[in-house]
């Protein structure tokens, strides 16, 4: 039974910066592909980020440029490094595998990006 547990999140202004953490135990974590997604108020959870076991990261197109994925094997952590916050980004953010079949959701982290 993977367990994910996300942290990191909070209020920040604009142009603010947040690094968010996920751990994944339960499970060899360094053999799957891992993600982020992000569900704000009244829309579907969406795929921020992306990156595979060798480490190759992929994003979304509103987030290129600004988020960077990294991941942390001996550690089982899965990292995303959040710059020059916009309103838009404000969601709960959740970690788990980038594969058809996904483990259960964690409670997410939650960014709010205001002034």
């Known amino acids: 039974q993977v367990q994910l547990v996300e942290s990191g999140g909070g209020l920040v202004h604009p142009g603010g910066s947040l690094r968010l953490s996920c751990t994944a135990s339960?499970?060899?974590?360094?053999?799957?592909?891992m993600a982020w997604y992000r569900q704000a108020p009244g829309k579907e959870r969406e795929l921020v980020a992306t990156?595979?076991?060798?480490?190759?990261?992929n994003l979304t197109d509103s987030v290129k440029g600004r988020f960077t994925i990294s991941r942390d094997n001996t550690k089982s952590t899965l990292y995303l490094q959040m710059n020059s916050l916009k309103p838009e980004d404000t969601a709960i953010y959740y970690c788990?595998?980038?594969?058809?079949?996904?483990?259960?959701w964690g409670q997410g982290t939650q960014v709010t990006v205001s002034s």
């Open positions: 339960g499970s060899i974590f360094n053999i799957f592909h």
């Open positions: 788990n595998k980038r594969a058809s079949i996904l483990w259960a």
């Open positions: 990156i595979t076991a060798g480490g190759l990261t």
